[in-house]
């Protein structure tokens, strides 16, 4: 039997160590399918770049793409979606683990689920800590309890990380995060990738609205990736802004929600 073909993406900016290791991880664990692995610098300033073209240049199935101006997230990978060859394709950051053949599984669970256009695993903290990564959809006070350590917008976290769901269970999600997920590749041509307007933050929200026009949007816990996540707009001012910048995007596009998000059977 034909192995699937499967390309994949990560965008880097500065962090050669990291984005190496998440690499080298996905190319190691990845068995089961042919894998073509997308190493995209968004003009690191700090020569992270050349360090993956002296790494990974001559190495099968990497092709790097070194950019002349830092696009974005969404920008950096869409820059290598006309040239997509596969059935199914990975996003991944530069600050996730594979310890197993995630990829391979999650593509499995794509081939036997034909209704599903996209599909994320369970994540996990480094040292074994349950990560949230089913979500709601955003509102506004949902986005801002991410950042702002209030206690009368815990409500609103909780009910958006969906803490009162059982993360063993498989289930149909309104917010697929960015971090690590497995899309059709025909799907993603369709919906144009990510769009263009978002520098970074909420652009994975915005593509999953888009996609879920084209088929489900699932969490399965059957695959497990490890992810540091990084949270920088809880630290940096400039980060915090230009996700409002995000979040203003977003809610023009798709409507304003205050509070809490419906469940999925409910949304519209």
Not at 116 to 125: D, G, N, S, Y
Request: net charge positive; charged share 25%.
């Amino acid at each position: 039997m034909q192995r699937q073909k499967v390309t994949a993406s990560i965008v880097a900016y500065g962090g050669y160590e990291e984005v190496a290791a998440a690499a080298k991880s996905l190319l190691c664990c990845t068995k089961g399918v042919d894998l073509t692995l997308y190493l995209v610098d968004n003009a690191s300033p700090d020569g992270t770049g050349k360090k993956l073209i002296e790494t990974f240049g001559s190495m099968p199935g990497v092709k790097l793409r070194c950019l002349e101006k830092n696009l974005g997230f969404g920008g950096g990978h869409n820059a290598v979606l006309d040239e997509l060859d596969s059935v199914y394709h990975v996003v991944a950051n530069p600050d996730i683990l594979l310890q197993t053949d995630a990829v391979s599984a999650l593509c499995g669970y794509l081939d036997r689920h034909p209704e599903v256009a996209m599909v994320t695993p369970r994540l996990f903290f480094p040292d074994g800590r349950e990560q949230y990564v089913p979500r709601r959809r955003p509102t506004v006070m949902a986005l801002l309890a991410r950042q702002l350590p209030l206690r009368f917008l815990k409500r609103y976290e909780d009910h958006y990380l969906m803490r009162d769901e059982d993360l063993a269970q498989e289930q149909e999600i309104g917010f697929c995060t960015g971090c690590f997920f497995v899309i059709r590749t025909s799907v993603l041509r369709r919906v144009g990738g990510f769009d263009r307007r978002y520098f970074m933050y909420v652009e994975d929200a915005d593509l999953t609205r888009k996609v879920m026009a084209e088929g489900k949007v699932v969490y399965w816990p059957g695959a497990q990736v490890i992810h540091a996540w990084h949270r920088s707009p809880s630290k940096k001012l400039s980060s915090f802004l230009r996700q409002l910048w995000s979040m203003g995007i977003y809610f023009r596009k798709w409507g304003l929600r205050w509070g809490f998000s419906p469940g999925k059977e409910d949304e519209s």
